[in-house]
């Protein structure tokens, strides 16, 4: 009965390469975001979509390109990757668009080597 | 750009003992969150407080916002080894779904 999952939970890969984070929510939520979390723990929103729609979208390099085929899923792409792309991935959901409570997946945890 | 300094950064104590966790910012915020995150986990939400002063409790957790609601602070009463975790605190702004996180403060309580 996970809530948010997301897959995979590691990701080690080599620079240049592409891939791709999957994130699933069985919440009945409209809205999805992606977090970036570093080293030094600090959280950072990357995108959001409602009911596949894109309203937030911070300043993140164009090698990242959310993808939303339906309000219960957003994949993450990643093309080209870079030793400072390495961090932990996190996949939230909310209902609505102004202030529902966020329930987070358990993370993914990309390494470039 | 919106900025929330967590203090202290890291903080370790013995079981039973009292502690405090602040949040601030020269930013005005319509609501503040804490989160709790556990290794290998996403942060979990504890409580928002979203009127200027508002005190909300949570068993032995205390929660404030201050009255400008540009800063929080999260009090633990008689700390257990449970509560061990990274405690951030979020910000949003107007009233869109965009979270401003803390820089968090990473507590652990041994017995």
């Known amino acids: 009965d996970t809530a948010v999952s997301q897959t995979p939970k590691y990701l080690v890969t080599q620079m240049g390469n592409d891939k791709s984070i999957k994130c699933e929510q069985n919440?009945?939520?409209?809205?999805m975001y992606w977090y970036k979390q570093d080293s030094k723990k600090f959280l950072k929103i990357m995108f959001s979509?409602?009911?596949?729609?894109?309203?937030i979208n911070e300043t993140v390099p164009n090698r990242f390109s959310p993808k939303s085929p339906d309000k219960a899923h957003l994949n993450l792409h990643i093309n080209s990757l870079e030793l400072g792309d390495s961090a932990v991935y996190f996949c939230?959901?909310?209902?609505?668009?102004?202030?529902?409570?966020?329930?987070f997946g358990p993370g993914t945890r990309l390494t470039v080597l | 750009t919106q900025l929330l300094e967590q203090s202290p950064q890291f903080l370790s104590i013995q079981e039973g003992e009292n502690l405090t966790v602040y949040c601030n910012s020269s930013s005005v915020f319509s609501s503040l969150q804490w989160y709790r995150q556990e290794p290998g986990e996403g942060p979990v939400l504890l409580v928002t407080v979203v009127t200027g002063g508002e005190v909300k409790k949570l068993k032995r957790l205390t929660f404030q916002f201050g009255d400008a609601r540009k800063d929080s602070s999260l009090h633990i009463t008689a700390a257990q080894p449970g509560d061990t975790g990274l405690y951030l605190c979020?910000?949003?702004?107007?009233?869109?779904?965009?979270?401003?996180f803390g820089t968090g403060t990473q507590l652990k309580v041994e017995l």
């Open positions: 919440l009945g939520h409209d809205t």
């Open positions: 979509y409602n009911n596949k729609e894109l309203i």
């Open positions: 979020a910000g949003r702004t107007g009233g869109g779904n965009k979270l401003t």
């Open positions: 939230a959901s909310s209902q609505g668009r102004y202030g529902g409570e966020q329930f």
